[in-house]
């Protein structure tokens, strides 16, 4: 209570010091600048975030510690924890004193839980699911419940949680079967309760004469009712729905699909299914009932998630499965996809079905989209057509079309068998206003000559944007364009060619003076060779060109004289990409920068966005940014800029020493090149500053801080610079600040990916490893380097670039999609799409290691499917030189 009674009255004296000054930053800012920015921020604060309003991000790679600690937010201050309180520790589980024995009261336990910070019974936990967890915040306040099922039967069992009071804050319900002694847990399901939500529950799969433990996790104090159950007949979740064919009917007659919101995250079982490769999977069930002449896509592309389709034999009353038929994997589809639409699946049936849509994920939902398609599966067998899944239609021949691929009523000047040509109210199918399978024109327009002609039209009226009523290119008959016309938003007809800058047939001019949108010169204008002349006093006109020529040409001897001469002493770009000289950061009797004070210096600005202010930054672009910087003192300045040592990127600032003259001012000009998609934004680059009369003590100090750094520099080097700070009248330090991100591209942040020991599999030129790039499992092939000179070595790097290069540009289904390679180190390695199966080895011998044999169907089509992608490299001229089934 004491606690925090004391958390509110700083709150308040802090929003009092804010609102006095004027200035809004965090509650975490010691001397608020400007608003939302803070000169730095109070422990437990996170030292990036320029407003000083989030909390320290724990770094799990590292021991707990004052420079690592772990917080949490108590009544919008971030806290660190008090470790005598609530002791921390990196396992799972923070150990058995904070078990709450729940028992059965016959089949139900319902209790109150009060997660509490100042509560002894609450943890400051990891948990059983740290990998699934939803924010960067590791560590929440934890209540555990230890259910035991001795004695108990059942077929699930079924946890919910709910809000007992107003005070509403996100808790997330683990469970686990784990002993608390295990180093590690296997998650066995997730479930989220968001504030406003009535409740949060999940089923899982029920074990005898097991001990459950159940993690209730907040970053805030809540108060929650917690209800277990174990009767088969009772279960906390929902069918997504039973669609019959009246509801596709409907969908059919108002030709749209039909998107919903599948609640996976709060309203799905969690279980292993028989058919899922031992995955442990969350989801919903629904059945279908296809209409007989139409096909159903079942698609979830837009979400661009991992899914998974299981089919089953039926859905029972109580929602348990029966049966599993079949399994689609919804992971990398194909990239005629629109961008973001790389994972989901895109499934196409008939008849009746019963259905579970799963996640790997328990705390994520999925927007689920049934769509009509097919009709009369696009006639397929008469060979009119076929059903198209990327497209989401038919694709039909030519002469056939409509949503089913019959035969066209008029193609290529014929008409259908059952049209009679002599009929006055028949149109051509195709033109505007003609798209009835009886190839009769559209509502608002009439036949005329076989054509479709607007009632705008015949009434001589200003019709719709494709219409015209007169000019050059305008058939009045039926206001349209002519072939090779365009209509403008004038609704005047020009011609396609127009605007192209070269004079075509039909054209007087293009793109020059005097020259109107249409391509005709303006009235009282001629064309003369292109050029629109006024009709009268052309003569001085020419010399007036002639003249002009005249200039342009010594204009232009003069330039390239110039730059015949410059380009000798010219600097090559690549300069400005190599690393930069290491300037020992000295900071010792330093003042730090405070921008809030006068200072002898004036930096026009800190915060650098190299001209991509809200923009990201390509990668392998050279870009530069001025600043001015003033020496307001009347003695000598040098200022030096300590630049990051790192192959991700280069800053490189010209010059890196710079000195100004007492009441002088100077431009540096900072260059930043970007070899790889990282992590910039926020970044400091530092910077110190010294104040001498004399110019020369400066030179001695930079020479001495000159190829030194934390290791390097000695007690001999301290006296020296003992020595020459007598001489020195001030000295400062500060941070630029980058403000522009990193494209995203193939060039990738080896940091980012998450590599797992051991390897996957080893070959000739490299090893492969199993890694996660931002949520996408992938595989990573590092290549073979040891034992090479550096000829090979060189020789090899050129090649795994040219491949990474070529394998970057290839797109099809049946080649492994390529997500990008690292190529800023010398250790190159290669990243593609991982495929959880496995190679085909594992399979095609008889006594394989997953004793599966392949039906002569599946075989075949692995057949076909490889000679597919065999066929799209040789079309494209390569050739794969390696293939085999490892």
């Known amino acids: 209570m004491f606690a925090t009674t004391t ?10 010091i804010y609102i006095s000054n004027g200035l809004l930053c965090g509650v975490g800012c010691v001397n608020c600048l400007y608003n939302g920015y803070c000169e730095s921020c109070m422990k437990g604060y996170n030292p990036n975030d320029k407003n000083c309003s989030e909390c320290f991000h724990f770094n799990p790679r590292q021991s707990i510690s004052e420079e690592n600690p772990v917080t949490i937010q108590r009544n919008g201050i971030c806290v660190i924890v008090n470790q005598a309180l609530h002791p921390l ?35 400051v936990a990891i948990g059983p699911c740290a990998s699934n967890r939803i924010t960067n915040k590791l560590f929440k306040l934890t209540r ?104 596709f009917n409907n969908l059919i007659h108002k030709d749209e699909s039909y998107k919903i919101n599948v609640p996976i995250s709060s ?88 259905f579970f849509l799963m996640l790997d994920e328990f705390l994520e939902d999925i927007e689920l989209t049934f769509k009509m398609i097919c009709h009369n599966d696009c006639h397929y067998n008469e060979g009119h057509g076929f059903c198209n899944l990327i497209t989401k239609g038919c694709e039909c021949k030519e002469g056939y079309g409509y949503d089913d691929c019959s035969e066209l009523c008029y193609y290529n000047g014929k ?7 002599s009929d006055s109210s028949t149109c051509y199918y195709g033109e505007i206003g003609c798209k009835s399978r009886d190839c009769t024109c559209d509502e608002g327009y009439s036949t005329k000559e076989h054509r479709c002609v607007s009632n705008t039209c015949l009434n001589k009226i200003i019709g719709g944007k494709d219409e015209c009523l007169e000019g050059s290119g305008c058939n009045t008959d039926i206001c349209r364009c002519n072939e090779n016309y365009i209509v403008t938003e004038e609704q005047k007809c020009k011609l396609i060619t127009c605007g192209n800058g070269r004079i075509e047939e039909g054209e007087e001019c293009d793109n020059t003076t005097s020259c109107n949108n249409y391509c005709q010169c303006e009235k009282g204008y001629i064309s003369q060779n292109g050029i629109c002349q006024k009709k009268e006093k052309i003569w001085w006109i020419s010399i007036i060109i002639v003249v ?12 390239i004289f110039y730059f015949v001469f410059r380009t000798k002493k010219s600097v090559s770009i690549s300069v400005y990409r190599t690393q930069q000289a290491t300037y020992y950061h000295d900071i010792s009797r330093a003042i730090k920068e405070n921008k809030g004070i006068e200072l002898p210096y004036k930096i026009e600005r800190n915060d650098l966005s190299f001209g991509n202010e809200g923009k990201t930054t390509n990668i392998n672009e050279t870009r530069f940014q001025d600043v001015e910087i003033e020496n307001k003192s009347s003695k000598w300045m040098t200022i030096i800029f300590h630049t990051p040592k790192t192959p991700k990127y280069v800053f490189y600032f010209e010059p ?62 301290k006296e020296n610079m003992s020595i020459l700070m007598k001489s020195v009248n001030k000295k400062y330090y500060g941070n630029f600040i980058i403000a522009t991100e990193a494209t995203n591209s193939t060039n990738l942040d080896l940091d980012e990916l998450q590599i797992r020991e051991p390897p996957i599999g080893n070959g000739a030129m490299g090893t492969v490893y199993l890694g996660k790039y931002r949520s996408i499992p992938v595989a990573v092939k590092q290549f073979h380097w040891e034992n090479l000179s550096d000829k090979e070595m060189e020789e090899l790097k050129e090649e795994v670039i040219g491949e990474c290069e070529l394998v970057s540009k290839l797109r099809n289904p049946f080649i492994v999609n390529y997500i990008g390679s690292v190529t800023y180190i010398p250790e190159i390695c290669m990243v593609t799409i991982y495929m959880p199966l496995g190679s085909l080895s594992n399979y095609i011998r008889k006594d394989n290691s997953e004793n599966i044999i392949l039906p002569f169907d599946l075989k075949m089509r692995i057949l076909f499917d490889t000679s597919k992608g065999m066929v799209f490299l040789h079309e494209n001229n390569i050739m794969h030189l390696d293939l085999k089934p490892d």
Request: charged residues 20%.
């Open 267 to 354: 309203q799905g079982i969690v279980f292993s299914p028989e058919c899922a490769n031992n995955l442990y999977l969350r989801g919903m069930a629904f059945t279908v009932s296809v209409p007989e002449d139409y096909s159903l896509l079942i698609d979830t592309t837009t979400s661009n998630k991992l899914a998974y389709l299981i089919e089953i034999n039926k859905v029972t009353e109580n929602g348990l499965t029966d049966g599993c038929l079949d399994v689609w994997v919804g992971r990398k589809w194909n990239d005629w996809l629109a961008d973001g639409e790389e994972l989901g699946l895109s499934v196409r049936t008939t008849g009746n079905h019963s």
């Open 7 to 16: 958390q509110h009255i700083i709150i308040i004296i802090l929003l009092f």
């Open 548 to 559: 002009g020529c005249g200039i342009i040409i010594i204009i232009m001897l003069i330039s």
């Open 656 to 717: 890196q020493i710079l000195t100004i003259k007492g009441k002088h001012k100077k431009t540096e000009t900072i260059m930043m090149t970007l070899f790889c998609t990282t992590k910039i934004m926020g970044m400091k680059i530092p910077y110190t500053i010294y104040f001498s009369k004399k110019k020369e003590t400066l030179k001695e100090i930079t020479h001495l801080l000159k190829d030194k750094d934390f290791e390097t520099w000695n007690e001999k080097d």
């Open 89 to 123: 520790t990196m396992n799972w589980h923070p150990g058995t004193k904070y078990n709450t024995i729940a028992s059965f009261t016959d089949s139900t336990i319902q209790t109150d839980v009060n997660i509490s910070y100042e509560e002894i019974e609450t943890a």
């Open 415 to 421: 008409w259908r068998n059952d049209i009679n040509p």
């Open 144 to 247: 555990i419940m230890e259910i035991d099922t001795t004695g108990k039967s059942s077929t699930l069992i079924n946890f919910e949680i709910k809000f007992k009071t107003n005070i509403q804050s996100q808790v997330i319900m683990s469970v686990t079967t784990n002993s608390p002694s295990d180093s590690k847990a296997n998650c066995l399901g997730q479930s989220i309760l968001k504030p406003g939500t009535t409740r949060a529950y999940m089923a899982l799969t029920f074990y005898n004469n097991t001990k459950y433990y159940l993690f209730l996790q907040s970053e805030e104090d809540v108060e929650v009712i917690f209800t277990t159950e174990i009767d088969p007949s009772k279960v906390f979740f929902n069918l997504i729905g039973r669609f019959n064919q009246t509801f």
